[in-house]
């Protein structure tokens, strides 16, 4: 059979949550939060991978496992353990459609990140901060939090194939939407985010071998995800000169010097 595929090709709903899924009831308290915010079953749709008796997807297979069964315009990847506490679907619609007409070439969305010139922003509540907003949003990044992300599907991002991994999806696919020319925002869509940054071992094993990858790619630059931030380069040893604590926090003090925080 041969079928036209247009522009207009419908999709079944407005938004798909998609979930890594340990806890089912902590992941039914999002479900029911999120419901009771106006996402409801006729506009969105909710599916999970279970990890629950093992951890059968990470972050970067998981997210491109849900990207490719969503049946919606926008996949919403999030954490189990966050709360629609404030802001409901209509805020983040409202949101969309004034990033659309500020860049209509925007890939993600989420609520803490880094931009290009070393600055947080950040609109979140958790257990660190209550009720949190820092920056002029909305705000142009190169990094997102994973604890909630808005994907643009007709951007087609997805996660690096290479990588495995709890930690650093979030700034491997806003790379990987910037190499595509998409964008990433922080936009101010405040909830609630129940969980803590992990700086365990095996985010820093997942950090390496970010790294590693990286320096294949031939280009020197620093990263900014929201735990850490580090250089890369294509040398082992341009790298690890790079990464002493005092340069990354110096360059990161020039940066925001060089160009103050804006909003857009």
């Not at 506490?85 to 004034?98: G, P, V």
């Not at 020197?220 to 040893?237: A, D, G, I, M």
Request: net charge neutral.
């Amino acid at each position: 059979m041969i079928r036209e595929v247009s522009e207009n090709t419908k999709v079944e709903k407005v938004f798909s949550f998609g979930s890594l899924v340990t806890n089912l009831e902590e992941y039914q308290g999002m479900v029911d939060s999120a419901k009771a915010a106006g996402f409801s079953d006729d506009c969105c749709e909710y599916l999970y991978l279970d990890n629950t008796s093992e951890n059968r997807f990470d972050g970067f297979s998981g997210f491109n496992h849900l990207l490719k069964q969503a049946n919606a315009k926008y996949l919403i990847f999030c954490h189990q353990d966050i709360l629609f506490t404030d802001s409901d679907k209509n805020d983040l619609l409202n949101k969309i459609k004034e990033i659309e007409r500020l860049d209509p070439h925007w890939g993600l969305l989420g609520n803490a990140g880094y931009t290009e010139f070393c600055h947080k922003a950040i609109r979140i509540t958790d257990k660190n901060f209550d009720n949190i907003n820092l920056g002029k949003l909305p705000q142009k990044v190169v990094s997102l939090d994973e604890n909630f992300i808005v994907l643009n599907r007709s951007a087609n991002i997805v996660a690096s194939a290479n990588m495995e991994g709890f930690h650093l999806y979030g700034i491997d696919i806003c790379l990987n939407a910037k190499n595509f020319g998409y964008a990433s925002y922080v936009i101010d869509f405040h909830l609630t985010h129940n969980g803590v940054g992990n700086m365990s071992k095996s985010y820093s094993d997942t950090q390496d071998k970010f790294i590693r990858i990286l320096q294949e790619r031939k280009k020197t630059q620093l990263l900014l995800p929201l735990c850490s931030q580090f250089f890369v380069s294509s040398s082992k040893v341009t790298t690890s000169m790079l990464n002493q604590k005092w340069l990354v926090n110096l360059y990161k003090s020039i940066a925001k010097k060089v160009k103050p925080l804006e909003s857009l």
